[in-house]
C-alpha cells in the first residue's frame, strides 16, 4: 500500500460524501481511508461506511486534533499517512499522487499542498488562503515555519518516535514539523496538491477556532503575549486588502457585513487567545471550543412569530434518545401552535417558545447510556403524548389525565420541525430497516385514528357493517376512511373538495359531497374541525348514531344538547395516542394507500410556504425534509 488517508470528522455529512468519491478517483490508487469519527450524531458514519472507509470512533470528551491524528494514524498500514480535513475536496485525481512525491527524498518528514477557498467561503478567509498559500513549490525554512493539517502527509516512521502532541487546542501539525525541522529533516510545501478547504461556520466557530489556534500558538512558543499589538495590526492591514478585493470585484456592497464581521470575530479570537494564559485550556471549555452541535429548527417565539434558526443541541442524557429527522408531515395542530390560537396556550398548559412538529420519522443519531435495543442509525418514530408513567392515572392507562405529560412540539416539549430532536427511550418505536421514511412520518396521525376507532367500536360492537361517514378527506379523514373499509365496515367519505374526492374514488371508496345525508349513518367520524362541521354533524345525525370527533380545533360554539340528549346521541372525543396505537399502526402501514400523502416534500426553510399551502388545502399532506 503506498498511502493510507486519515481523515478527521465530526458532523460533516454534508461534504464528507464527496470527499470519498474524490479520493476513490485518485490516479494512486493503491491507498486506503480511515475516518476517525468524535462522535457524530448525523450520517457522516454511515455515509463513510457506503464509501468503504475504515471506521475508527472516538468519544468527543476525548477529543484533539492530536490525538484524533494519533488514533487514525495508528490504525493505519503504510508507510506515508495522508491527512486532510473532512471538508475539503481535492482539485484534481493526481492530487494524493503529488503530496506524497516529496517523500521519494528520504530525508522528508512532511509535506503539505495548497488550500483554496470556494464560492461559499467567506471572502477574508478566502483571500487569507491565497495569501497564505502560494503557487511557488518551498522546502520550509525554520525561520519561516508553517505547516497544516488540513492538507498534508507524514512519514510514519518518523511518527512513531514522536507522535502528535494530544495536549494542544491546536498547530499540533506545527509543532510536529517544528520537531523535526530541528533534527534536520524537511517540510516541503507541495502546490500542485491542492484541495479546496470549505467551511461554513457560524461565527462562533470562527471565533473558537482562532481562539484555539492562538492558545496553542501561546503553548508552542510561536507567539506571545507580546505580539498583541502586532496581531492587531495585521488584521486591520487585511481588513482593508479584503475591502479593496471587494471593491475591484465588484462585491464590496453584498459582502461587506461579512468581511467586517470575519475580521472582526478572527481577531477577536485571535487576541483573546494570546492575551490569556499559556497552557490548556479553562476546564469544561474544550468541548466548546472544538464542537459546534448547533442544528437548524423553526422556533416559535410567540403567536405569527416563527423563524429558522440554530439551536444548541445537548447531549442525550442516560435514558434519552438523539433521533436525526427525515420527515415531518405539516398539521393543523402546527399552525394552531404557530398562531397561538391553540387552547393549551389559552389555558396555560403550553407556552413559548417551542419547535413545532409531532408527526416524524427519523434515525437514531445517538442514545443515552442507559438506553437498550437503540442503535444509531436505526430508522424510528416518536409518540406525540408522553405522560410520566408514574402518577395515579397513568397506572391506569389514562395517560391524557397525566398533569406532568408532555406533546412533542405542542406542550412542554420541542419538536421535530428540526433537523435533531431529543426525546425519552421509552417512546421511541424501531421500524424495520426497509421502511419508506415518507410514509414512516404518518404514523403518529395513523396512530391518532387508531386510538380514536378503538374507543368507536366498543359502543359499535364487534364486527364490521356499520354504515360510517368520514367527514373530512384530509389526512386524519383518508387514513380513517381506508381502517375502516379494511374493518369491513361500510364506509362514505364526504368532502366537499372534488380533486380529493376523486382520489379516493380511485381507491375503489365511497364518496360525497356536501349537502349529504347524515342521517343514513350508524356512525360519524368527524375530521374537520370545522365548528359549523360539528353542529351539522350533531343536528343531522340519526338517532342513536355515535359521533367521534377527531378534528381540531372546534374553537368556541353555541348548540343545544338536546340533539345529543333527546335523541341517544353519543359524542366521544380522542386525542393523541400510545405505544399501542404506534405499534399497531406500525404493522398497519404498509397495506394502506398512502402515496397521495407523500407526495408533497419541501425543505425545512419554506416553512411558511409549507404552511401557506395547508391553509389553501393544495394538497392532501405536506412533508417537511429537515
Aim: with cysteine; hydrophobic share 45%.
Amino acid at each position: 500500500m503506498r498511502a493510507s488517508i486519515v481523515i478527521r470528522a465530526f458532523n460533516e455529512e454534508k461534504r464528507i460524501g464527496r470527499l470519498l468519491s474524490l479520493l476513490r478517483a485518485q490516479t494512486l490508487a493503491d491507498h486506503e481511508v480511515i475516518v476517525v469519527d468524535s462522535g457524530s450524531f448525523d450520517a457522516t458514519r454511515e455515509i463513510a461506511r457506503s464509501h468503504g472507509a475504515r471506521l475508527v470512533e472516538i468519544d468527543s470528551r476525548d477529543f484533539t486534533f492530536g490525538y484524533s491524528l494519533n488514533v487514525g494514524i495508528r490504525a493505519a498500514g503504510a508507510a506515508i499517512v495522508g491527512i486532510v480535513s473532512a471538508h475539503v475536496e481535492p482539485l484534481d485525481e493526481r492530487w494524493l499522487e503529488n503530496l506524497i512525491a516529496p517523500f521519494e527524498d528520504p530525508r522528508v518528514a512532511m509535506s503539505y499542498g495548497r488550500q483554496l477557498g470556494a464560492p461559499v467561503s467567506k471572502l477574508g478567509e478566502r483571500l487569507d488562503f491565497t495569501r497564505t498559500f502560494g503557487a511557488q513549490r518551498l522546502r520550509i525554512p525554520p525561520a519561516a515555519l508553517f505547516a497544516n493539517n488540513a492538507n498534508s502527509a507524514i512519514r510514519r516512521a518518523l511518527w512513531e518516535r514522536t507522535p502528535f502532541d494530544e495536549r494542544l487546542t491546536g498547530l499540533e501539525d506545527i509543532a510536529w514539523a517544528q520537531h523535526w525541522l530541528a533534527q534536520g529533516w524537511s517540510v516541503i510545501y507541495e502546490p500542485a496538491a491542492a484541495v479546496r478547504h470549505i467551511h461554513e461556520e457560524t461565527w462562533a466557530q470562527v471565533h473558537h477556532r482562532y481562539y484555539r489556534e492562538a492558545l496553542a500558538a501561546r503553548q508552542i512558543g510561536m507567539r506571545r503575549r507580546a505580539d498583541l499589538p502586532a496581531e492587531a495590526a495585521r488584521e486591520l492591514w487585511r481588513l482593508l486588502g479584503d475591502l479593496a478585493a471587494a471593491a475591484r470585484s465588484g462585491e464590496l456592497r453584498p459582502r461587506l457585513r461579512e468581511i467586517l464581521l470575519f475580521r472582526l470575530h478572527k481577531a477577536r479570537g485571535t487576541l483573546k487567545g494570546l492575551a490569556r494564559a499559556a497552557g490548556a485550556d479553562t476546564p469544561g471549555k474544550g468541548d466548546e471550543i472544538y464542537f459546534d452541535r448547533d442544528y437548524r429548527a423553526v422556533l416559535v417565539k410567540g403567536p405569527r412569530r416563527a423563524s429558522l434558526v440554530r439551536v444548541e443541541s445537548v447531549p442525550p442524557a442516560p435514558s434519552e434518545v438523539l433521533v436525526r429527522v427525515a420527515y415531518v408531515g405539516v398539521c393543523g395542530t402546527d399552525l394552531e401552535v404557530a398562531e397561538g390560537t391553540l387552547g393549551y396556550f389559552h389555558s396555560g398548559l403550553a407556552g413559548y417558545p417551542i419547535i413545532p412538529g409531532h408527526e416524524f420519522s427519523g434515525h437514531v443519531a445517538a442514545s443515552g447510556a442507559r438506553v437498550e435495543g437503540l442503535q444509531p442509525g436505526d430508522p424510528v418514530v416518536v409518540e406525540c403524548i408522553q405522560s410520566c408513567h408514574d402518577c395515579e392515572p397513568c397506572r391506569r392507562g389514562n395517560f391524557i389525565a397525566c398533569a406532568r405529560r408532555r406533546e412533542l412540539g405542542v406542550m412542554r416539549q420541542d419538536g421535530a420541525y428540526a433537523q435533531y430532536v431529543r426525546v425519552p427511550a421509552r417512546f421511541v418505536h424501531r421500524l424495520p430497516r426497509d421502511t419508506d421514511m415518507k410514509k414512516a412520518a404518518l404514523c403518529e396521525p395513523l396512530a391518532v385514528v387508531l386510538k380514536g376507532l378503538r374507543r368507536l367500536e366498543k359502543l359499535l360492537g364487534a364486527g364490521g357493517g356499520a354504515r360510517c361517514a368520514v367527514v373530512g378527506g384530509g389526512a386524519i379523514g383518508w387514513l380513517a376512511a381506508q381502517v375502516l373499509q379494511a374493518r369491513g365496515q361500510a364506509v362514505t367519505l364526504i368532502e366537499r373538495d372534488a380533486a380529493r374526492r376523486a382520489l379516493l374514488e380511485g381507491l375503489g371508496m365511497r364518496t360525497d359531497g356536501p349537502p349529504a345525508d347524515l342521517a343514513r349513518y350508524d356512525a360519524i367520524i368527524e375530521a374537520t374541525g370545522d365548528p359549523s362541521a360539528l353542529q351539522q354533524a350533531i343536528a343531522g345525525s340519526a338517532p342513536g348514531c355515535t359521533l367521534l370527533l377527531l378534528g381540531l380545533p372546534y374553537a368556541r360554539h353555541e348548540f343545544s344538547f338536546e340533539h345529543i340528549v333527546a335523541f341517544d346521541k353519543a359524542v366521544i372525543g380522542s386525542v393523541g395516542s400510545g405505544a399501542a396505537d404506534f405499534a399497531e399502526a406500525i404493522s398497519l402501514l404498509p397495506s394502506l394507500a398512502l402515496d397521495p400523502l407523500t407526495e408533497a416534500v419541501m425543505p425545512l426553510e419554506a416553512f411558511g410556504e409549507a404552511w401557506a399551502s395547508f391553509r389553501r388545502r393544495e394538497k392532501l399532506k405536506i412533508l417537511l425534509a429537515p
